[in-house]
């Protein structure tokens, strides 16, 4: 199995920007397609961004679509989280996840993923 770790979080104000960061160990990174999703306080997880293996292919919820990009650098066994123009509703723990079943697909679903890492906390406020 791989192993994640996310970081970068932090508490920001309206507007700003933060680069989470996800780096993986333990298996080799680059057969896994690889997704962002986040929870909020009383909320379920949800879907935020994906990638393929190779990075050819992304997918983005539409709450972050054209604020959001995620990338990926295999040669470092890492996945990125760029946000842009952030707003109070983008707050929540922010959760990288990697699937090996299908890494050419970008999957939206929390259950396609086998690997989770810990999360880290983005904080949007005044």
């Known amino acids: 199995q791989v192993q994640l770790v996310e970081s970068g979080g932090g508490l920001v104000q309206p507007g700003d920007s933060l680069r989470l960061s996800c780096l993986a160990s333990?298996?080799?990174?680059?057969?896994?397609?690889m997704g962002w999703f986040r929870q909020a306080p009383g909320k379920e997880r949800e879907f935020v961004a994906a990638i393929t293996w190779n990075g050819d292919r992304t997918s983005y919820a539409d709450s972050v679509k054209g604020r959001f990009t995620i990338s990926r650098d295999n040669a470092n066994n890492a996945m990125y989280l760029q946000m842009n123009s952030l707003k109070p509703e983008d707050t929540a723990v922010y959760y990288c996840a990697a699937d090996r079943n299908r890494p050419a697909a970008t999957r939206t679903s929390l259950y396609e993923y086998q690997n989770w890492g810990q999360g880290t906390q983005v904080t949007v406020s005044l």
């Open positions: 333990g298996r080799t990174f680059s057969v896994y397609a």
